[in-house]
């Protein structure tokens, strides 16, 4: 009989948690803290914040799997590409796609979803 292995929760609410990790995957989704600012401002705050979030759960930017960027104007990819471009260190690019989308919050212009390895 296999041994069930629990599932990680970090910063739970009743609505979500901040991660969640199953043996060496992990999941979280990030969104920017400072509504007023454009989007490269709010593209560094919260790729800021995925990797406090790694680092909580045991990983780092350079385990990335899979980033799924939500936009709410397909036009600040441009921007969003230059803060991620020097943020990804060389050679660690995960799968990546980007998709314009109403999002949560009228002045998030990106949130971001992520699956990484530990």
Known sequence: MAIERPIERYGTTQ???????????????E??????????TQTREVLAGVEKLLEQAGSDK????LVT???RDIDDLIA??????RWIPHGTAPA??????RLAH?????????VAAR
């Open 31 to 40: 969104t920017p803290q400072t509504l007023d600012s454009n989007a490269a």
């Open 80 to 85: 969003v590409n230059a803060v991620w471009d």
């Open 96 to 101: 990546r796609v980007c998709v314009e989308a």
């Open 106 to 114: 009228p002045d998030f212009l990106i949130e971001v979803a992520v």
């Open 69 to 71: 960027i939500y936009l």
């Open 15 to 29: 609505r979500y948690s901040d991660v969640c990790a199953h043996e060496n995957t992990i999941y979280l989704v």
């Open 62 to 65: 350079t385990r990335l799997l």
